[in-house]
């Protein structure tokens, strides 16, 4: 019976899809995020021959922007699908962290900020009022960029001490949200996601090591424009 009510489903996706190619709607969105930066840090320096190994948080609330252009394919039952192409950039998280007392090291000042290309996939739920529900994910490419400067105990910059460096990484989200039908054509969205960046690994001559690993909630304010 279960497999009878799948393959019934699928038939009227398919059969619904066809009947209906011209009927995709484009779109294109732009939102506004609030979003809680968490990058895991942990720094490994060598000093007159002994190794200290530091680990810590950089968690911080940045703005975000994002912008998207897909399509929506309407399915039988009422429910939607929608797929788009995304670009999201976040500002930068930063924290100065104070360790290796009576070391060469004293502080490190760091931040991190990404941007992201996505594909991504959501399901609209028809609830036969304005409001519509709908959870999504999505893959694509994150790119990291982090700056470091690490300042030695009498407070003075040294070249060794500073850093950039960016990675391009894989990343995936979850998101969750519902949307408000303004009318036919503008839709308002606000949602919640999880955003995995990976991470980015530096290594100075010196050998001192540092590894970042970010990852992002967020808070989504938006609208679709549909056409």
């Known amino acids: 019976m279960k497999k009878l009510l799948l393959l019934a489903g699928v038939a009227c996706v398919l059969s619904y899809s066809q009947a209906n190619a011209l009927e995709y709607t484009p779109y294109v969105s732009g939102k506004l995020a609030y979003s809680r930066m968490k990058n895991d840090v942990k720094i490994r320096s060598y000093d007159t021959d002994e190794v200290y190994t530091e680990k810590f948080d950089i968690k911080d609330w940045n703005y975000g922007v994002s912008v998207a252009a897909g399509v929506e394919l309407?399915?039988?039952?009422?429910?939607?699908?929608?797929?788009?192409?995304?670009?999201?950039?976040?500002?930068?998280?930063?924290?100065?962290?104070?360790?290796?007392?009576?070391?060469?090291?004293?502080?490190?000042k760091m931040s991190v900020r990404n941007q992201n290309v996505m594909l991504n996939a959501y399901y609209d739920f028809n609830t036969g009022t304005k409001f519509t529900p709908y959870v999504g994910g999505g893959i694509g490419l994150a790119h990291?960029?982090?700056?470091?400067?690490?300042?030695?105990?009498?407070?003075?910059?040294?070249?060794?001490?500073?850093?950039?460096?960016?990675?391009?990484?894989?990343?995936?989200?979850?998101?969750?949200?519902?949307?408000?039908?303004?009318?036919?054509?503008?839709?308002v969205d606000l949602g919640y996601r999880y955003v995995d960046n990976g991470d980015l690994t530096k290594t100075m001559y010196t050998g001192d090591r540092f590894k970042v690993e970010s990852e992002a909630?967020?808070?989504?304010l938006g609208a679709r424009f549909s056409f």
């Open 217 to 220: 909630h967020e808070i989504l």
């Open 144 to 187: 990291l960029k982090a700056s470091s400067k690490f300042a030695g105990t009498d407070g003075a910059d040294y070249a060794a001490g500073k850093i950039k460096e960016s990675s391009n990484n894989f990343a995936w989200n979850l998101a969750a949200g519902v949307g408000y039908e303004v009318n036919s054509n503008i839709t």
């Open 74 to 108: 309407p399915l039988c039952n009422g429910d939607a699908i929608r797929t788009e192409l995304e670009y999201s950039y976040r500002d930068g998280a930063g924290k100065t962290k104070k360790y290796f007392d009576g070391g060469d090291i004293a502080s490190n």
